[in-house]
Nanobody
């Protein structure tokens, strides 16, 4: 089970932190990723973290940061300098791989979270 939280409405330039509790899935065995989806488009891999690597899609590099608290079995996505084009439903996902590189795509997702809405608007 994945438990997501942290979505909401923020003005452009603002920040949000998404959380994903993944107590059933060990980071040693499964990378944890964030995807996002807007209506009419496919889900896009945004960021990923594993015990050996991290991944960011180009549009969020330098603005988003992914981290983990291993005691709480929680992965965080800190989103800064948010833009209107970042608005989407964000999904936490467990990958069927211990690595992020080349695997932060839907075909590698073994389990999805329920999604949390991020709105960026003035």
């Amino acid at each position: 089970q994945l438990v997501e939280s942290g979505g909401g409405l923020v003005q452009p330039g603002g920040s949000l932190r998404l959380s994903c509790e993944h107590s059933r899935f060990a980071l040693d065995d499964h990378a944890i990723a964030w995807f996002r989806q807007v209506p009419g488009k496919e889900r896009e891999g945004v960021s990923c973290i594993s015990t050996s690597d991290t991944y960011y899609t180009d549009p969020v590099k330098g603005r988003f940061s992914i981290s983990t608290n291993n005691v709480k079995n929680t992965v965080y996505l800190q989103m800064n300098s948010l833009k209107p084009e970042d608005a989407a439903v964000y999904y936490c996902a467990v990958l069927a791989s211990p690595f992020c590189r080349g695997r932060t795509v839907e075909v590698w997702v073994g389990f999805w979270g329920q999604g949390t809405h991020v709105n960026v608007s003035s």
